[in-house]
Nanobody
Framework: QVQLVESGGGMVQAGGSLRLSCAAS????????MGWFRQAPGKEREFVAA????????YYADSVKGRFTISRDNAKSTVYLQMNSLKAEDTAVYYC????????????????????WGQGTQVTVSS
């Protein structure tokens, strides 16, 4: 069983920055591919960013490329999402997720591939 706890959400003005953190339980964090997803009111949950087990590979949704950065610290069992130049359309509940079956080099962008999810953290960007 893997528990994921997000933090760092809040309210920020357009153009501002936030850093989300997701702390994982257990000692096998380095064996998980990790991802961030978001869900705005009335919309489906969508992919934001993903990172491989070692952190050597990353992938971003086109809507956040160049503004968001995903990273991980396996020693701290934590994955981060640095969000810069925030826009009103980034407003959503952000979720981190773990894929415990991913290969070492895999970057996982498919929602259904993830088997553990956090509870989410709200990000609100005012224009």
């Amino acid at each position: 069983q893997v528990q994921l706890v997000e933090s760092g959400g809040g309210m920020v003005q357009a153009g501002g920055s936030l850093r989300l953190s997701c702390a994982a339980s257990g000692r096998a964090f380095g064996g998980y591919a990790m991802g961030w997803f978001r869900q705005a009111p009335g919309k489906e949950r969508e992919f934001v960013a993903a990172i491989s087990r070692s952190g050597g590979s990353t992938y971003y949704a086109d809507s956040v490329k160049g503004r968001f950065t995903i990273s991980r610290d396996n020693a701290k069992s934590t994955v981060y999402l640095q969000m810069n130049s925030l826009k009103a359309e980034d407003t959503a509940v952000y979720y981190c997720a773990a894929d415990t079956q991913a290969g070492f080099l895999s970057v996982v962008i498919t929602l259904n591939a993830y088997d553990y999810w956090g509870q989410g953290t709200q990000v609100t960007v005012s224009s």
